[in-house]
């Protein structure tokens, strides 16, 4: 059965650098979506992509943060300058169609030290 | 925006007893509320969901039931398994086509 990979599955940082996160969704898919969970809390929606723009966003999804689809495969999350407070564990998730089943990556857990 | 609670934080059960999960949601525009299931190291995945077109869903153990008058929906997991145990998250897709609001998790915990 086919599923969202995601990699790094850990990644550690300093305050300040950039990293990015990256995921191969299931290959006929249209939409791609980024979600974080921060430790003990709800996981929360970042954004959503798809033909190749943002279609919404959180406010949670700022001027630090940007997605981007390089290539036929691999949909990125890119944040700029890491914040101690973006540690937390970002999934990947990609759906058919709007408003239809989206299946999840198994994360990628970001530390920013 | 959309608001998703979810209770109990937790849930200890027998094996072969039932177990149940609530949720509730603010959007009235809300229409598809999906389940997932997550173990530890793992990603959510899904298990169960439900459109607001319909009042109750069934497949195999697992059933989903919404009032959409009382905005609220429910997981309901028959004949537990100490396998069913992990984390599970309830979530609304409301007037936005793309954006899931989740609830908080119920970790649930079925002792052999």
């Known amino acids: 059965e086919p599923e969202v990979t995601q990699t790094p599955s850990h990644q550690v940082t300093q305050m300040g650098q950039e990293v990015i996160l990256r995921c191969v969704p299931i290959?006929?898919?249209?939409?791609f979506y980024w979600y974080r969970q921060i430790l003990g809390q709800k996981v929360e929606f970042l954004v959503s992509?798809?033909?190749?723009?943002?279609?919404?966003k959180s406010e949670i999804f700022d001027d630090q943060f940007s997605v981007e689809r390089p290539d036929g495969s691999n949909f990125t999350l890119k944040i700029r300058s890491t914040k101690l407070e973006d540690s937390a564990m970002y999934f990947c998730?990609?759906?058919?169609?709007?408003?239809?089943?989206?299946?999840f990556g198994p994360g990628t857990r970001l530390l920013v030290l | 925006g959309e608001n998703v609670e979810q209770h109990p934080s937790t849930l200890s059960v027998q094996e072969g007893d039932s177990a149940v999960i609530k949720c509730t949601y603010s959007?009235?525009?809300?229409?598809?509320f999906p389940w997932y299931k997550q173990e530890l190291g793992k990603g959510p995945q899904l298990i169960i969901d439900i459109r607001s077109n319909v009042g109750e869903k069934k497949d195999q153990r697992i059933a989903v039931t919404l009032n959409k008058t009382a905005k609220h929906f429910s997981l309901h997991i028959t004949e537990t398994q100490p396998e069913d145990s992990a984390v599970y998250f309830c979530?609304?897709?409301?007037?936005?086509?793309?954006?899931?609001?989740f609830g908080k998790g119920t970790l649930l915990t079925v002792n052999p």
């Open positions: 290959s006929n898919h249209l939409y």
């Open positions: 998730a990609s759906g058919k169609r709007a408003q239809e089943t989206q299946y």
């Open positions: 992509f798809y033909n190749n723009e943002i279609s919404e």
């Open positions: 959007d009235s525009a809300s229409n598809y």
């Open positions: 979530a609304a897709m409301g007037r936005s086509n793309y954006k899931l609001t």
